[in-house]
């Protein structure tokens, strides 16, 4: 305590460092707020939509096989961290991608995520990326889409806007 008796007194101020080159700070154009340049942003990097399950397996060690041909036209890396949101039963989980047969069309969910979704599910798989805020200002995703086979229809590089 500073000060005498029951006062409190704050303590001295303390001259207020410089933040390192890496980080200066602007005021950001919308916010007003105080922003960091080296502020990494975790943006949609792919996804698949609307895939269906073809295979629920409570007892393999984990992850889910995504058909290879899927991964490759999406650029989702083997091992790659994945977010699943199952479009029947509203569940979200992460787990990591595995590499299917090239052209089966499977999509199996694995471990306990088998718990979160059954064959016929349908499933948008994302994978995401960190990037600077120039990095994202010219970023697409890619998205893939396909049938209820999992053969590929179309792919894009924007999303349709939502109507109100």
Same mark, same amino acid.
């Given at each position: 305590?500073?000060?005498?008796?029951?006062?409190?007194?704050?303590?001295?101020?303390?001259?207020?460092?410089?933040?390192?080159?890496?980080? !200066?700070?602007? @005021?950001?154009?919308?916010? /007003?707020?105080?922003? #960091?340049?080296?502020?990494?942003? +975790?943006?949609?990097? %792919?996804?698949?939509?609307?895939?269906?399950?073809?295979?629920?397996?409570?007892?393999?060690?984990?992850?889910?096989?995504?058909?290879?041909?899927?991964?490759?036209?999406?650029?989702?890396?083997?091992?790659?961290?994945?977010?699943?949101?199952?479009?029947?039963?509203?569940? !979200?989980?992460? @787990?990591?991608?595995?590499? /299917?047969?090239?052209? #089966?069309?499977?999509?199996?969910? +694995?471990?306990?995520? %088998?718990?979160?979704?059954?064959?016929?599910?349908?499933?948008?798989?994302?994978?995401?990326?960190?990037?600077?805020?120039?990095?994202?200002?010219?970023?697409?995703?890619?998205?893939?889409?396909?049938?209820?086979?999992?053969?590929?229809?179309?792919?894009?590089?924007?999303?349709?806007?939502?109507?109100?």
């Amino acid at each position: 305590m500073h000060g005498q008796g029951n006062t409190l007194l704050p303590p001295p101020l303390l001259q207020r460092a410089k933040p390192p080159p890496r980080l !200066r700070t602007f @005021t950001g154009p919308h916010t /007003g707020l105080l922003r #960091s340049r080296s502020m990494q942003l +975790n943006l949609l990097k %792919a996804k698949i939509h609307r895939a269906t399950v073809t295979h629920a397996e409570l007892h393999y060690e984990g992850s889910c096989a995504i058909d290879g041909r899927l991964l490759d036209i999406a650029g989702i890396r083997e091992y790659e961290q994945i977010h699943i949101y199952n479009v029947n039963n509203g569940a !979200r989980f992460v @787990t990591y991608a595995i590499r /299917g047969e090239d052209g #089966s069309g499977v999509i199996s969910v +694995n471990g306990a995520a %088998a718990h979160c979704a059954s064959p016929g599910d349908l499933v948008i798989i994302c994978a995401y990326a960190a990037m600077d805020e120039a990095e994202a200002a010219k970023y697409k995703p890619t998205c893939v889409y396909v049938d209820r086979t999992n053969a590929l229809t179309h792919t894009n590089h924007s999303m349709p806007k939502q109507a109100a």
